[in-house]
T-cell receptor
Framework: NAGVTQTPKFQVLKTGQSMTLQCAQD?????MYWYRQDPGMGLRLIYY???????DKGEVPNGYNVSRLNKREFSLRLESAAPSQTSVYFC???????????FGPGTRLTVT | EDQVTQSPEALRLQEGESSSLNCSYT??????LFWYRQDPGKGPEFLFT???AGEEKEKERLKATLTKKESFLHITAPKPEDSATYLC????????????FGTGTRLKVLA
C-alpha cells in the first residue's frame, strides 16, 4: 500500500502560471488536508476536506483552490502563482475529524 | 488562541547521550497531542498520540509524556539514525479537523 502519494515531487513556475498539485490515498480515510511548510513557520493548513464533495478553508487559503471529487483524491490548484507561494506542500489524511494524520512525501514548489 | 511552542530549536547529541525535547501548548481544551518525525525531504511520519495528562507512550528509544501544559519526547541512548526533525501538534476540542503544529526540534546525533 502506498498510503498517501503526491505528484509532482518538484515544480518550478513563473509568476502568473497555474498548476494543480495532485494527492491520492489508498487508506480509505475520510478527511484530507493540504498544508504548506515554510522555514521557521511550521505546517500551516491551506484547505481541508471532511469527506467526498466537501471542502473548507484553513489558515492560509488565499491564492488556492481545492477539489475533492472522490474519496481517494484531493487536488490543490494555484490559479496565478506568486513568489510568496514558494514552499513545500504536503497532503495528509486522517480517519475522521480527529486523530493522527498521515502525510505524503511533499511537493517542492518554486515560483520565480 | 491555540498555540504550540517547541524547544530547543536544534539539539546536537553524542550517540548514547539521552535527552528530552519539549512541546508546550495552549489550547482551550485538548483533544489530542501528536508527535511526528520528519526526515529531510520527506513528509512527517506519525509517532505517538497522547490524549490526557499522565499518559505515556513508548516506541524503541522514544518515550512521549503529557502534562496539562506540555509534552516531552524523551530519547534514550540515541543513535545517529534518530537524527531528524521532531514535530509536535495539538488538536483542540473547539477545532474539529484543525491541527496546530509547532516549528519542530532539529535533532542531530553524532556517532
Amino acid at each position: 500500500n502506498a498510503g498517501v502519494t503526491q505528484t509532482p515531487k518538484f515544480q518550478v513556475l513563473k509568476t502568473g502560471q497555474s498548476m494543480t498539485l495532485q494527492c491520492a490515498q489508498d487508506m480509505n480515510h475520510n478527511s484530507m488536508y493540504w498544508y504548506r511548510q515554510d522555514p521557521g513557520m511550521g505546517l500551516r493548513l491551506i484547505y481541508y476536506s471532511a469527506s467526498e464533495g466537501t471542502t473548507d478553508k484553513g489558515e492560509v487559503p488565499n491564492g488556492y483552490n481545492v477539489s475533492r471529487l472522490n474519496k481517494r483524491e484531493f487536488s490543490l490548484r494555484l490559479e496565478s502563482a506568486a513568489p510568496s507561494q514558494t514552499s513545500v506542500y504536503f497532503c495528509a489524511n486522517a480517519d475522521g475529524s480527529w486523530g493522527e494524520q498521515y502525510f505524503g512525501p511533499g511537493t517542492r514548489l518554486t515560483v520565480t | 488562541e491555540d498555540q504550540v511552542t517547541q524547544s530547543p530549536e536544534a539539539l546536537r547529541l553524542q550517540e548514547g547521550e539521552s535527552s528530552s525535547l519539549n512541546c508546550s501548548y495552549t489550547v482551550s481544551g485538548l483533544r489530542g497531542l501528536f508527535w511526528y518525525r520528519q526526515d529531510p525531504g520527506k513528509g512527517p511520519e506519525f509517532l505517538f498520540t497522547l490524549y490526557s495528562a499522565g499518559e505515556e507512550k513508548e516506541k524503541e528509544r522514544l518515550k512521549a509524556t503529557l502534562t496539562k501544559k506540555e509534552s516531552f519526547l524523551h530519547i534514550t541512548a540515541p543513535k545517529p539514525e534518530d537524527s531528524a526533525t521532531y514535530l509536535c501538534a495539538v488538536q483542540s476540542t473547539s477545532g474539529t479537523y484543525k491541527y496546530i503544529f509547532g516549528t519542530g526540534t532539529r535533532l542531530k546525533v553524532l556517532a
